[in-house]
């Protein structure tokens, strides 16, 4: 005799890929430096910045669209996305800290847009 409250196979949970693309404020790639550097990300990401070494930061566009205040040693940015370009931000504390972050239509393939 079956049982009727018996559930069949149940398939697996899917796997999603991440979707978060993290930029690290450490001292990766010498003092006072931003990692992956430059960064190339995909449009549908989102970018968190996280603060990795013992100094505080500030990370902010040059157009001044994105701005994450300040951040303490062990945090993270609030997430964020970006529309397609070439974008240039630096470290509102230490101001000699540049970098820039690339979104794509998908991975690898830059979209031409106005650049920052």
Same mark, same amino acid.
């Given at each position: 005799? @079956? ?6 196979? *149940? ?7 991440? #979707?978060?693309? *993290?930029? =690290? *404020? ?26 990795? =070494? #013992?100094?505080? %930061? %500030? ?5 001044? @669209?994105? =701005?994450?205040? #300040?951040? +303490? ?29 690339? +979104? #794509? +239509?998908? +991975? ?6 106005? @650049?920052?």
């Amino acid at each position: 005799m @079956s049982d009727p409250y018996a559930i069949g196979p *149940v398939a697996p949970t899917p796997t999603l890929p991440p #979707t978060n693309f *993290v930029v =690290d *404020v450490a001292e990766i790639n010498g003092p006072y430096s931003f990692s992956p550097s430059p960064a190339t990300v995909r449009s549908e990401q989102v970018i968190v910045w996280r603060k990795s =070494d #013992t100094v505080t %930061h %500030h990370v902010a566009f040059d157009d001044r @669209s994105v =701005d994450t205040g #300040t951040l +303490a040693p062990g945090t993270l940015s609030q997430p964020i996305m970006i529309g397609r370009g070439n974008w240039n931000y630096n470290c509102a504390i230490q101001p000699f800290m540049v970098e820039s972050v690339t +979104a #794509t +239509a998908s +991975a690898g393939t830059p979209v031409g847009g106005a @650049s920052n």
